[in-house]
């Protein structure tokens, strides 16, 4: 059994963890933690405070009395709001808090963009725009050109939680470029594990969606690799394990 944990700040997507879950086999399990939101905005001040150490330590010991393997921050905007040193420094004092293998979403989105050789992507954001530029900052920083990006302009993760498929849809289309060998859309307020398939027939290329390289990472970091299609182009890598 390998035990993935996350700490996921408040509820708005977290529902794309037990499906996913699902997808994966019966021999992984994922663990989920709320952390304490603060104030719900796609704001930079609001973000920095929602990634603060003391709401993701407050979370850590109950993942470590489940038994987890490895924890992920499920927080893109709470991460690379930090820059690229300071997303760096939050996960190592999360591994030093939980005495785990740590990582956070957007470190996500940069190892798997590597993974599936993607040099060159579009980012399809929720966000207001000055925050969706900071998550293009961090994919530069980490040597991933950035096409362009598109922002929604949405303040709550709440509100982006009740997005449908048609919306999702529609946010990765007008992401999408020619050149782009991706289409990124960082929120894991965002429900998209039941749509990955129809985004990437659509757009005819991968398509990287929060919750899912959030969940990949999270099996990275226990050196697990799932063969799970249904979970896109990031699922099928080789060499992959069975299960």
Same mark, same amino acid.
């Given at each position: 059994?390998?035990?993935?944990?996350?700490l996921?700040? =408040?509820h708005?997507?977290?529902?794309?963890?037990?499906?996913?879950?699902q $997808?994966? %086999?019966?021999?992984?399990r /994922?663990?989920?933690v709320?952390?304490?939101?603060? #104030?719900?905005a796609? &704001?930079?001040?609001?973000?920095?405070?929602? %990634?603060s150490?003391?709401?993701?330590?407050?979370?850590?010991?109950? $993942?470590?009395?489940? %038994?987890a393997?490895?924890? /992920?921050?499920?927080?893109?905007?709470?991460?690379?709001v930090?820059?690229?040193?300071?997303?760096?420094? +939050?996960?190592?004092?999360?591994?030093?808090?939980?005495? @785990?293998?740590?990582?956070?979403?957007?470190?996500?989105?940069v190892?798997?963009a590597?993974?599936?050789?993607?040099?060159?992507?579009?980012?399809g954001?929720?966000?207001?725009?000055?925050v969706? &530029? $900071?998550?293009?900052?961090? @994919?530069?920083?980490a =040597?991933?050109?950035?096409?362009? /990006?598109?922002?929604?302009?949405?303040?709550?993760?709440? #509100?982006? %939680?009740?997005?449908t498929e048609?919306?999702?849809?529609?946010?990765?289309r007008?992401a999408?470029?020619?050149?782009? +060998?991706? /289409?990124?859309?960082p929120?894991?307020? @965002?429900?998209?594990?039941?749509?990955?398939?129809?985004l990437?027939?659509?757009l =005819?290329? *991968?398509?990287?969606?929060?919750?899912?390289?959030?969940?990949?990472e999270?099996?990275?970091?226990?050196?697990?690799?799932?063969?799970? *299609?249904? @979970?896109?182009? $990031?699922?099928?890598?080789e060499?992959?394990?069975?299960?």
């Amino acid at each position: 059994m390998t035990a993935l944990g996350f700490l996921y700040p =408040g509820h708005s997507g977290e529902d794309d963890y037990p499906r996913i879950e699902q $997808l994966l %086999g019966s021999d992984i399990r /994922v663990d989920l933690v709320h952390t304490d939101i603060g #104030e719900d905005a796609h &704001r930079v001040d609001a973000l920095l405070e929602m %990634g603060s150490p003391q709401r993701l330590e407050a979370g850590v010991a109950e $993942l470590r009395l489940a %038994g987890a393997d490895a924890v /992920v921050w499920a927080c893109t905007s709470g991460s690379f709001v930090h820059g690229w040193d300071g997303a760096h420094e +939050q996960v190592r004092a999360l591994a030093q808090a939980a005495g @785990l293998p740590a990582s956070s979403t957007s470190f996500a989105f940069v190892h798997a963009a590597k993974e599936i050789g993607a040099r060159r992507v579009s980012v399809g954001a929720t966000y207001p725009d000055d925050v969706a &530029r $900071l998550f293009a900052d961090f @994919l530069g920083a980490a =040597g991933i050109e950035v096409a362009d /990006v598109v922002s929604s302009g949405i303040i709550t993760a709440a #509100e982006v %939680g009740t997005w449908t498929e048609a919306e999702v849809l529609a946010l990765a289309r007008a992401a999408d470029r020619p050149d782009a +060998q991706a /289409v990124l859309l960082p929120d894991t307020a @965002l429900h998209t594990a039941a749509h990955i398939p129809a985004l990437e027939k659509e757009l =005819g290329k *991968p398509v990287l969606t929060a919750n899912q390289v959030t969940i990949w990472e999270g099996l990275r970091l226990a050196d697990r690799r799932v063969n799970a *299609p249904e @979970l896109g182009a $990031l699922f099928t890598r080789e060499p992959v394990v069975q299960v």
